[in-house]
């Protein structure tokens, strides 16, 4: 399909706040757009009076809000409700619509569990680490060996990744060694071995014996190869210029680049 | 709501004034000076103080010795240019506020209202900066700009054409237009087999056109005799007319001194004396813009107007449709729109103008790619189309990006299409 889509509405002036995500939603065909590219982490409070009040008063689009809340009011399943949603606006294509219930049915189909995992990692991929870590957290402390061993030395390891990406390490190994005592991957080892690298610890004895010396070898071996790669571009990244500058520039994209990096830690850690 | 609705002519020597009577449902010319409803666009000022004469009474003011004239003010207006009285720098735009100001306190004393609820003014020429400087000086009259129309002294024709009875205009009805400016040719027909139903109106200025005061003697006004019946017969010949229409300050009693014109004309066709004619046309206009269904509905083409319409493709949530960008025989000036739309595997924008009375459309397109690269269907382009004139037109493209997914750039792509 070609063409050029007549746009549905006016632009919010007041946006709807996704919450958690910090994602923030101008008009109707954004709100297709969020259902469709984030349905793992869309939960039942997102069909709640705000959505509407959005629709009806940002957006002017009341007899629309109508039909949808039609479905709602009716007691119609979620997955019904955010494809009457797509089909309102029709931003997306029948085949598209048709794609996209397919991934509803698949995550239908998922324990509680697996689709709790799947909302985490997904925000993980978003760098929102803080709340990918609670929600994997909560996984653990509802741990009523419903789950295989395999499964949360998994999600000990993915809380392992949010620590790492937080720079904080000794909590990043000790879960990473959580995570090998469920589930004694190969993986799990390799990135034990190239944490501790890196902080410039030994690894623990009880894990040493696990370890074949040539395999050690070769992660430490990659584990180096990485760290050149990583300080040669780290001297030939954008950020390394701001030092060439001079004394007010410099400080200007200093400045700037502060304000960068404290919003992305601020998102990573809502 | 009450008020006048009134028709201007603003020419640079005479301006009249035309006022809509809804209980004779026709517009009626105003009086602006003692027997006549021309009025000389100059104006006065006192010698020593701000006091302001128009028309005639300026003339006798300044032939006096007690005041400073200003003349041609609608020219002086375009140029944006300045008057200097006495030491005080008046500005094109002042003169001309002040002086419709004279003009249209006449209309006010006459009918008792103050208010006006609706005002056309036409103009020889459209040109953009005599119509910003009217406009804003009716807007420093206190008249709201929604109530203000500029139109050209052909499409004012064409109104008071349609306004009259059928058979005036079955076939093409016709108008010449003698003053100091010069003299001038209008005629109109309808397009038949169009939907729908299209007037055009076309304007031909006659290089034979001569000065008014030629016509003080016997044989000027025999050479002028002379040049008008050429000229009718050189425009008029083996075309068949239902009317023709005299108007202008130099038709005064020309059935005296252009008698081998009046004779000509009047051979097989009816030959109507209309002074007012613009005045009343613009009248009409303002008063047909009052209702809620027009009188006259017809596409207009004409001087002002737009001869094509320019459209595009889109899709209205899943109904593909024709969205029309520009209209044919909207006026230009007034024409504007703007509108988003997000590309859909699109490059590039399609546009389609099509002439009134053509089947088929010309395809032009604006490429995208200087727009930043996005996913599919996430960049929000609104489209913006305004003119300079009825034959060219300007479309603005601007990234409006896809919210905080993918943020605008703000970029903009013009690009200008002659119609």
Avoid at chain 1, 48 to 54: D, G, Q
Wanted: charged share 25%; hydrophobic share 35%; with cysteine.
């Amino acid at each position: 399909m070609s063409g050029y889509l007549l746009c549905s509405s006016r632009l919010a002036t007041h946006p709807y706040q996704v919450e958690g995500l910090g994602i923030r939603i101008y008009s109707a065909e954004e709100l297709c757009y969020y259902i469709f590219h984030h349905v793992q982490v869309i939960g039942e409070e997102f069909l709640e009076e705000p959505l509407f009040t959005f629709l009806e008063k940002e957006l002017g689009l009341a007899e629309e809000s109508a039909h949808i809340r039609k479905y709602v009011e009716r007691q119609a399943e979620f997955s019904t409700v955010l494809t009457a949603i797509l089909r309102e606006f029709r931003y997306y294509s029948d085949q598209e619509i048709g794609q996209f219930q397919g991934r509803l049915d698949a995550l239908g189909k998922q324990t509680p569990l697996e689709r709790q995992c799947k909302r985490a990692d997904f925000l993980l991929e978003k760098r929102r680490v803080q709340a990918a870590f609670h929600i994997y957290e909560n996984i653990m402390a509802g741990r009523k060996s419903r789950g295989s061993q395999q499964f949360y030395g998994m999600v000990a390891q993915r809380m392992a990744v949010c620590c790492l990406q937080q720079f904080q390490y000794s909590r990043g190994m000790k879960y990473l060694q959580a995570a090998f005592q469920e589930w004694p991957d190969e993986r799990i080892l390799k990135q034990l071995v190239q944490v501790c690298l890196l902080c410039g610890k030994e690894l623990p004895e009880e894990l040493l014996k696990n370890a074949d010396a040539s395999r050690l070898y070769q992660w430490k071996q990659e584990y180096e190869q990485s760290r050149d790669l990583a300080e040669t571009a780290a001297a030939s990244c954008p950020q390394a210029a701001i030092f060439d500058r001079d004394s007010i520039r410099r400080k200007e994209e200093l400045k700037r680049y502060m304000a960068d990096l404290k919003k992305e830690y601020r998102e990573m850690t809502e | 709501m009450e008020g006048l609705v009134l028709g201007c002519d603003l020419c640079n020597d005479y301006c009249q004034i035309s006022c809509w009577n809804p209980e004779r449902g026709e517009p009626e010319a105003v009086e602006l000076t003692q027997g006549s409803s021309m009025i000389s666009t100059v104006i006065c000022r006192r010698r020593g103080k701000e006091a302001w004469l128009v028309g005639e009474a300026g003339y006798r003011c300044a032939l006096m010795g007690e005041g400073v004239i200003v003349d041609k003010l609608i020219r002086l207006a375009g140029k944006r240019g300045t008057a200097t009285i006495e030491g005080v720098c008046y500005s094109a735009q002042k003169l001309l506020t002040q002086f419709l100001r004279e003009i249209l306190e006449i209309s006010f004393q006459k009918y008792g209202v103050r208010e006006i609820q609706a005002i056309t003014f036409t103009l020889r020429n459209l040109d953009r900066e005599v119509i910003d400087a009217v406009l804003e000086a009716a807007v420093s009259l206190g008249i709201d700009r929604d109530r203000v129309r500029l139109v050209s002294h052909t499409e004012s024709f064409l109104y008071f054409s349609v306004s009259q009875r059928k058979d005036l205009w079955a076939s093409l009805c016709g108008l010449f237009d003698l003053n100091e400016e010069g003299l001038h040719y209008y005629d109109m027909t309808v397009l038949r087999g169009i939907k729908p139903q299209a007037v055009q109106a076309r304007h031909e200025p006659l290089e034979e056109g001569f000065r008014l005061d030629i016509l003080d003697s016997p044989a000027g006004e025999k050479l002028g005799d002379t040049i008008l019946c050429s000229c009718a017969q050189r425009l008029m010949e083996k075309k068949l007319y239902s009317s023709v229409f005299l108007t202008g300050k130099g038709f005064e009693g020309c059935e005296k001194w252009a008698v081998t014109f009046t004779k000509w004309l009047c051979s097989r066709r009816k030959v109507y004396m209309e002074p007012s004619l613009f005045a009343k046309g613009a009248a009409l206009i303002a008063a047909d813009g009052l209702r809620e269904k027009t009188a006259y509905p017809y596409c207009f083409l004409c001087e002002g107007r737009i001869g094509a319409t320019v459209s595009m493709e889109v899709s209205d949530r899943g109904t593909k449709k024709r969205l029309i960008l520009a209209e044919a025989g909207s006026n230009w000036y007034e024409t504007r729109s703007s509108v988003e739309v997000i590309p859909d595997n699109k490059g590039e924008l399609e546009l389609t103008v099509t002439p009134v009375g053509s089947a088929a459309g010309r395809k032009i397109t604006l490429p995208l790619d200087e727009f930043p690269a996005r996913p599919n269907k996430t960049t929000r382009i609104e489209i913006v189309t305004s003119f300079s004139s009825e034959k060219l037109m300007t479309v603005r493209v601007i990234d409006k990006g896809f919210g905080e997914f993918f943020p605008a750039t703000g970029q903009m792509l013009r690009q200008e299409i002659h119609l």
